[in-house]
C-alpha cells in the first residue's frame, strides 16, 4: 500500500544505450538519497525508448541492465518500487487520453523534439517521437507523483506535464497532483567529455565522449585523459563556453567527493590539468567498482532480477490503475464490469 505519510517521487530512465557517469550523477545518485524520505517509484521506460528504432533483442538486453544498474547503484526494492514501465499498461492508456487533450501547438514547441528531429529525415519521424511528453506526462500523473527528480534538459516537459495536468483539472474537475521538479545542485547536467558544449549522452558513437557504468577502469583512464581542456592552464569554476571542459572535469569531481566548489578549487590551487584529471580518474574508478561489483551479483542470481521487477509491476499497478480509473470515469469512459 502507498505510504500516505510521505511525498511520492517517479523518475525512469530509457533502456537504451550505455548508462552513463552523467545518469549516475543526474539522477541515480539522487535517487538513492531520496529513497530514505519520499515514497520511490522507479521505472524503466522501454516505451519511451521505441520512439526511434530498437533491435528487439539488444532492448531486452538493455532493460535488464538499467533494472540491475538501479539496484546496484544503491536502491532498495524493499524502499522503492522498481519496475518496466511497459508492464504496467496504464501508461498507455492514459497517454492516449493526454495526447487527445494535449495541442498540437505545445508539442510543436518541445525542444528536445525539435532537437532529434532535425537530426532525421522529415519522412522518418515517428508520431511517437512528436507524443513522447504526453507519455512522460502520464508516466508522472498516474502515481500523483508530488516531484520528479530529472536533469535539467527535462525541465521544459516537467512544465508541460504540469500544463497538460492544470488543463484536466480545469476540464474534469480536480483529478491530478502537479509535479514539482527537482534538480540537483551539483552533476545535473555532466558534459561531453569530447565536446563539454553538449550535454553527455548514452547513446553516442564517439569512443572518447562518455565515461559509462560498466566501464573497466583502464577504460575510465583513457576517456578521461583524453577529455578536452583549454590552453589557460588554471583550474576553477567558470561559466565562460572556453572553460567548459574544466567547469566539466571539476563538477564530476566534486559531486563525486561531494565537496565543495571552494573545497575542491583550493585542492587544485597551483596544480595543473593533469593533476585534475588523474584525480577524476580516481574518484570515478572508486564509485564505479563496487557498483560494477554489486551489477554482476544481481545479474548473476537466477530468478533475483525478474522477482524484484514482477513484486514492482504488481505495487505499480495498484497505484496507476486507482488513477486510470478515475481519469476514465470523469472523461465518460463506461466502466468494464468484466474486469
Not at 131 to 143: G, Q, R, S, V
Request: hydrophobic share 40%; net charge neutral.
Amino acid at each position: 500500500m502507498s505510504d500516505n505519510s510521505k511525498k511520492r517521487v517517479l523518475s525512469g530512465i530509457q533502456p537504451s544505450g550505455n548508462l552513463t557517469i552523467g545518469n549516475y550523477l543526474g539522477a541515480l545518485k539522487q535517487w538513492v538519497a531520496e529513497q530514505e524520505t519520499y515514497e520511490c517509484y522507479f521505472c524503466v521506460v522501454d516505451l519511451h525508448a521505441i520512439t526511434v528504432p530498437q533491435d528487439p533483442i539488444k532492448l531486452r538486453e538493455k532493460t535488464r541492465e538499467v533494472a540491475a544498474l538501479y539496484i546496484a547503484a544503491g536502491l532498495d526494492p524493499e524502499k522503492v518500487t522498481i519496475f518496466i514501465q511497459s508492464h504496467v499498461t496504464a501508461h498507455a492508456e492514459l497517454a492516449w487520453i493526454l495526447t487527445c487533450l494535449a495541442p498540437m501547438g505545445w508539442l510543436n514547441r518541445m525542444t528536445q523534439f525539435k532537437d532529434k528531429a532535425a537530426k532525421q529525415q522529415q519522412d522518418t519521424i515517428s508520431s511517437g517521437l512528436l507524443n513522447y511528453p504526453t507519455l512522460m506526462a502520464a508516466d508522472i500523473l498516474l502515481y500523483q507523483a508530488h516531484a520528479v527528480p530529472v536533469g535539467d534538459d527535462q525541465r521544459q516537459h516537467l512544465e508541460f506535464t504540469r500544463d497538460l495536468a492544470q488543463r484536466f483539472n480545469h476540464i474534469y474537475g480536480d483529478t491530478f497532483i502537479l509535479p514539482e521538479v527537482m534538480i540537483p545542485k551539483a552533476g545535473a547536467r555532466i558534459m561531453g567529455l569530447d565536446n563539454p558544449l553538449s550535454k553527455m549522452s548514452k547513446s553516442e558513437a564517439v569512443e572518447s565522449h562518455a565515461i559509462y557504468l560498466l566501464d573497466p577502469p583502464n577504460r575510465v583512464k583513457k576517456t578521461v585523459m583524453r577529455a578536452v581542456t583549454d590552453s589557460l592552464g588554471k583550474i576553477g569554476y567558470s561559466d565562460e563556453p572556453e572553460r567548459a571542459g574544466i567547469n566539466n572535469l571539476l563538477t564530476i569531481y566534486q559531486s563525486l567527493t561531494q565537496l565543495s566548489q571552494e573545497q575542491v578549487e583550493a585542492q587544485f590551487t597551483g596544480k595543473g590539468y593533469g593533476d585534475l584529471k588523474k584525480a577524476v580518474v580516481e574518484a570515478v574508478n572508486d564509485t564505479l567498482q563496487p557498483l560494477q561489483k554489486r551489477f554482476g551479483e544481481i545479474i548473476n542470481e537466477t530468478g533475483y532480477l525478474d522477482d524484484i521487477l514482477a513484486r514492482g509491476a504488481d505495487k505499480a499497478r495498484l497505484m496507476a490503475n486507482r488513477t486510470l480509473q478515475d481519469v476514465k470515469d470523469k472523461v465518460g469512459f463506461i466502466s468494464n464490469s468484466l474486469k
